[in-house]
């Protein structure tokens, strides 16, 4: 019964068009295609906090964000739909596939601790301003 359960709970529906609206609902949120048709971008005072390509990978859609590296080590850990960044390296970027057993409340955390990765790293004047914004 426990494994029934785990099974219905693995997959999730967030899909682009959800994804997106969560992202421009982010205070100060814009979008571009700055590399390509392909890849959605997605920025804070003109920085990128995720970014998501638009046509699968092996048949997978995965949105891009930026991440403590602490927290990418666990959360690779804990989720097969959780790796490395397709362009980067580091732990400080992940790829989280849509469709997988990562839930959408964890992906929608996970895009705001993006946009907090991403003011963590603005000047403090850049950053008091975008607090301040209405």
């Given at each position: 019964?426990?494994?029934?359960?785990?099974?219905?709970?693995?997959?999730?529906?967030?899909?682009?068009?959800?994804?997106?609206?969560?992202?421009m609902s982010v205070k100060g949120a814009t979008e571009s295609f700055?590399?390509?048709d392909t890849v959605l971008v997605f920025k804070i005072m003109g920085k990128i906090f995720a970014y998501i390509g638009l046509?699968?990978?092996?048949?997978?859609?995965?949105?891009?964000?930026?991440?403590d590296p602490d927290r990418s080590v666990?959360?690779?850990?804990?989720?097969?739909?959780v790796g490395p960044g397709h362009y980067t390296t580091s732990l400080?970027?992940?790829?989280?596939?849509?469709e997988s057993d990562v839930p959408d409340q964890l992906i929608r955390e996970l895009i705001a601790h993006s946009v907090d990765e991403v003011l963590k790293k603005l000047p403090r004047s850049?950053?008091?301003?975008?607090?301040?914004?209405?």
């Open positions: 019964m426990a494994v029934l359960l785990k099974i219905s709970y693995i997959f999730v529906d967030m899909n682009v068009e959800e994804l997106r609206d969560y992202c700055p590399f390509d046509e699968p990978r092996n048949g997978i859609l995965r949105v891009e964000m930026k991440c666990e959360l690779r850990d804990q989720y097969e739909g400080m970027w992940n790829a989280v596939a849509l850049k950053r008091e301003s975008y607090l301040n914004q209405k």
